[in-house]
């Protein structure tokens, strides 16, 4: 395996992972874009290589395990290896996503994107991890999946869309099982929260811009060796679960 860092970010044609994606390039990174429009990704590897990043594409949908399968194979071909793995892609499901009104099959899908997803590309790319010197797992979620956050009296989470935020509190208890399996080695693995972006996420309501939410993500993937494993942060610090 080459000296230089090789990291993949899901879901990096657009939004917070394409500025992941720019980021980590920034620091001499060699960087696989995963998306799963050609089209787009395409066009976002073009536009990184344009700005300086070594990007390439990488296609690839999360809930498909024969192209999750393919992505692992055309990485390990490529470039041999994988030292960071950045779990961006995620879908909201559409709104309103109330309770009582929810149509099951909503949340089944985003379950299958936001954290079924994560466990299929994780798996997938864990053999490469294990053979990076300072491997790191980066799991986008949101301050919205706190279970804390949503239970403390006078906090305005705002809307309850729930198959979102149920995935995001579901994703967070997976990364903390995954840092308990994996805490002899020496993968550090996260949960990252972006804060209130706007994207195409939210119809862009967010009141930060992509490049401030994927700054999280670059402070976790570049995490020194005896970093945290195992938390949910966000740019102030810990987030409570």
């Not at 729930?162 to 509190?169: E, F, Q």
Request: hydrophobic share 45%; aromatic share 4%.
């Amino acid at each position: 395996m080459s000296e230089q860092t090789i990291a993949l970010v899901t879901g990096a044609n657009k939004g917070i992972g394409y500025e992941i994606a720019a980021g980590l390039g920034a620091l001499g990174w060699r960087v696989g874009v995963g998306a799963r429009d050609q089209r787009r990704r395409d066009t976002a590897v073009e536009k990184l290589r344009a700005a300086g990043t070594d990007a390439f594409g990488v296609p690839l949908d999360v809930a498909d395990d024969a192209s999750v399968a393919a992505a692992a194979e055309l990485i390990a071909g490529r470039v041999g290896g994988l030292d960071v793995l950045v779990n961006n892609a995620a879908i909201t499901g559409g709104m309103p996503q109330t309770p009582t009104t929810v149509d099951p099959a909503t949340v089944r899908d985003v379950v299958e994107t936001n954290v079924i997803g994560v466990v299929r590309v994780t798996n997938a790319m864990l053999p490469m991890l294990r053979g990076s010197a300072s491997p790191r797992i980066v799991n986008m979620s949101s301050s919205v999946g706190s279970l804390t956050l949503q239970t403390t009296p006078g906090v305005d989470m705002g809307p309850v869309p729930v198959a979102y935020l149920a995935s995001k509190t579901f994703l967070n208890a997976v990364t903390v099982q995954y840092a308990k399996e994996l805490g002899d080695t020496d993968i550090l693995i996260n949960s990252g929260c972006p804060g209130f972006t706007a994207t195409d996420l939210n119809g862009f309501q967010g009141v930060r811009t992509p490049n401030q939410g994927a700054a999280i993500a670059i402070h976790l993937a570049t995490l020194p060796d005896d970093g945290p494993t195992g938390g949910f942060f966000d740019d102030a610090g810990p987030v409570p679960w």
